[in-house]
RNA sequence: GGGCGCUUAGCUCAGUUGGUAGAGCAAUCGCUUUACACGCGAAAGGUCGGGGGUUCGAGCCCCUCAGCGCCCACCA
């Protein structure tokens, strides 16, 4: 008997044996891949950040994934599984700016492109680590065909789409509001802010003969219109565009009227002043009546000679000093303490977003929305779990003009040039060379999600790559649900707009991972699970098939390391459940077959085979949490406890017949075990099965145990 | 304010097309049974959130009420 058995199952050991074999083996990559092989399968991986660490999200991504692409190379399928890893733009510049600030240094005032060569230094050095935690987890990932999102192929790739999407008049530059963050000098986008409530003191003014209410009196120097409802009775005798004399903050500023029906007459008083450059929908309203725009708040966020004696005042210094200068000149009507408002702020420094108006890149969206929409109603498209089908045409039925321009460093530069910025003569080209003499290039780079939108086309080496010709469209895309709206939609969007095919047919959405009460994982509150640290505890099998049992797409998973401890039992059980086979079975060859079965033999095999058929099923209709119940079921307390049991009664007693029968049924059933357990437990069924046939053949290649392979 | 989802055993969750409920963990009792104490055997535990309806039959379909969660949103 071989020796490992003697001992209980010992994942450290042998995982990072097994996977290292994997990889001489060459089986990652589809094009070594035995036999003939026609059909592909291809998943393109969410590419991590490089700059970070796996958390339990990616162990649970890698282990859906992975299972997908065992079971269809087991099929045999030419199974691509395309490994990625993500420059993460914001995300990584602002690590890099901590680091710089630690040695003393600033981004500001440093040369853009030798920033830009630092942080890809050290994002290239820093992607090996989350790379190996990825091989940890037990990814079978073609790793030669690994790209990162800063590649310069995907580079030049991401900059043609810009152009040609300019050439189709899909692009335009224009002044929106946007969130901007003072503290990082960048714009962000809806999804990098955080709506934070706050308790905040209402504030009514008089203005005029009116009373306004507002929570930014630091805003208002300039506000010189006085908006209402067009239906507001109250305010009938006031028409729109009279003129009228006010006192205010600096003294007296001629006010004019505007009706809006933006203006809830239920709300304050039902009269606004309005600042235009420094609020969303105070731009709509002034944008809808042609009227003046004036900054009030600089890039720093400190106030402008606009605002007289409080100019360069730092805006969080400076309301209650403008409160108390128009309570001084009596123009405070009152406060209400009591009022909530809803405040978007950094999501990575905290600081309050100030909105400001900014010459922007924007993309047309409403063609290209509605071309997906078209794609997921002819089910070209289909969603797993299905109802997120909904949340995607709702979030395709509207959209909004998406802003593209960050104003960072690290992402890929705008190939947009500029002759004489910002004055009369301004010329702007659109190419991915400098236009000539005079010309310099826009340093704002894309929103990270424009080319992320891309990557199932960028990482099969679109347009004239060998493998976008074999592998696109892929098959399914698999990541978290939050990016129903984040990224799906757009690299639908691309994949259509480029390529002029749904970059896949499926579309499986996980939930997410949080604590073992259910409650989501946060730095804050200490109960961030870290799933390489179970691994090194449980087994990655045990991380991996505990991610997957009972957890249905689209929901969130309590991940209790309870349960992941139970299965690191299974997988010890499945050791020994081979070493009884294993032992019981010497001399006894699986090519031998059997001889002629009894009923109560049938009997098993039966039910063995409709269980394999069911779970097979299951992998075809993408129910994983089933299908590795099931087997764990099956094998645990049919397998082991019933057949293993009655078999130690054959062996003593039967007669040398039924004991060979036995045996081959054995043999057989842990053959179709470790085939069918394989996708969920990779490396404790090879490793069995390397002992089971001695090195022979590997178990990554074998073939799927229904369809007639078994027996 | 809109949208989506959830409510099943003490806890975390499954339950595929409607046929009177399952898993893991925890808890109980008994086992040094030669594959495994990372184990074995046994027993226990649920009027499937409340109410109503459709049906021969509902955890599953429809209506309604209640509680919880998530996402989106410019009420100054």
């Not at 060459?26 to 092989?37: A, I, Q, T």
Request: aromatic content about 12%; overall charge neutral; hydrophobic content about 35%.
């Amino acid at each position: 008997m071989n020796e490992k058995f003697l001992k209980p199952y010992n994942p450290a050991e042998t995982e990072p044996r097994i996977y290292e074999k994997w990889l001489e083996s060459g089986f990652f990559n589809p094009d070594n891949l035995p036999g003939k092989r026609t059909t592909p399968f291809t998943i393109i991986m969410p590419p991590p950040n490089a700059n970070g660490s796996l958390h339990a999200g990616h162990a649970l991504f890698i282990t859906i994934q992975d299972i997908m692409i065992r079971y269809r190379r087991m099929r045999g399928d030419k199974a691509l599984w395309v490994p990625g890893a993500d420059h993460a733009g914001f995300e990584t510049q602002v690590v890099y700016e901590k680091k710089l600030e630690k040695e003393g240094r600033s981004r500001f005032g440093m040369d853009p492109k030798q920033l830009y060569k630092e942080i890809y230094d050290f994002t290239i050095e820093n992607k090996k680590i989350m790379e190996d935690q990825v091989k940890t987890l037990g990814a079978s990932c073609d790793w030669s065909r690994e790209k990162f999102t800063l590649d310069p192929e995907v580079v030049s790739e991401v900059q043609k789409t810009f152009v040609k999407m300019h050439d189709d008049n899909l692009i335009y530059r224009g002044k929106r509001t946007i969130n901007w963050c003072p503290k990082h000098q960048t714009s962000l986008s809806d999804v990098e802010t955080e709506n934070v409530e706050e308790k905040t003191p209402f504030f009514y003014f008089k203005y005029g003969p009116f009373t306004i209410g507002t929570v930014r009196p630091e805003t208002k120097f300039g506000d010189k219109y006085v908006v209402m409802h067009p239906n507001d009775k109250r305010y009938a005798k006031y028409k729109h565009g009279d003129t009228l004399e006010v006192e205010w903050i600096n003294g007296k500023i001629t006010a004019t009227v505007i009706k809006d029906e933006a203006v809830d007459m239920e709300f304050g008083s039902g009269v606004m002043t309005i600042t235009p450059w420094h609020s969303q929908i105070d731009f709509e309203i002034a944008t809808r009546h042609n009227l003046d725009m004036e900054q009030i708040i600089d890039w720093r966020g400190k106030l402008l000679p606009i605002a007289g004696e409080f100019a360069g005042v730092n805006i969080k210094d400076a309301r209650p000093k403008i409160v108390e200068k128009l309570k001084a000149k009596g123009l405070l009507e009152k406060v209400d303490e009591n009022y909530t408002n809803v405040v978007k702020r950094c999501y990575k420094c905290n600081t309050s977003i100030e909105p400001q108006i900014k010459d922007q890149w924007f993309v047309k969206m409403k063609p290209l929305a509605e071309k997906a929409l078209e794609a997921v109603e002819k089910k070209e498209v289909v969603f797993i779990p299905n109802n997120y089908e909904k949340i995607f045409r709702y979030w395709m039925e509207n959209t909004l003009d998406w802003n593209i321009s960050r104003q960072i460093v690290w992402g890929i530069q705008i190939p947009a040039w500029f002759k004489n910025r910002g004055s009369e003569s301004e010329k702007i080209k659109i190419s991915l060379q400098s236009p000539g003499e005079g010309f310099e290039q826009d340093p704002d780079t894309f929103d990270t999600w424009f080319s992320s939108g891309q990557w199932p086309l960028l990482a099969l080496n679109y347009p004239s790559g060998a493998d976008f010709k074999t592998f696109y469209p892929t098959d399914v895309m698999e990541t978290g649900h939050d990016l129903i709206f984040k990224w799906v939609p757009r690299m639908v969007i691309f994949g259509l707009y480029l390529a002029k095919k749904a970059p896949f047919r499926t579309v499986y959405l996980h939930g997410l991972v949080n604590d073992a009460k259910g409650k989501k994982m946060s730095k804050s509150k200490g109960n961030v699970i870290n799933p390489l640290d179970l691994t090194e505890k449980y087994g990655t099998d045990a991380l991996r098939i505990g991610l997957v049992v009972g957890n249905t797409p689209g929901t969130s998973l309590a991940l209790s390391e309870d349960k992941i401890r139970a299965y690191k039992n299974f997988a010890n059980k499945l050791w020994n459940i081979a070493r009884f086979v294993l032992e019981n079975t010497e001399g006894v060859n699986i090519k031998d077959g059997f001889p002629e079965r009894n009923e109560h033999d049938e009997k098993l095999r039966l039910e063995r085979r409709s269980i394999l058929e069911d779970v097979t099923k299951d992998m075809e209709e993408y129910r994983f949490y089933l299908a590795a119940e099931k087997l764990y079921h099956y094998t645990w307390h049919t397998f082991a406890d019933k057949i293993l049991e009655e078999s130690k009664t054959v062996f003593a007693d039967g007669s040398d017949e039924a004991k060979v029968r036995r045996k081959q049924f054995l043999l057989h059933t842990l053959d179709a075990l470790l085939k069918a357990l394989h996708p969920f437990m990779p490396f404790v069924t090879e490793e069995i099965w390397q002992v089971m046939y001695k090195g022979e053949k590997m178990l990554m290649v074998e073939k799927w145990p229904v369809g007639g392979h078994i027996e």
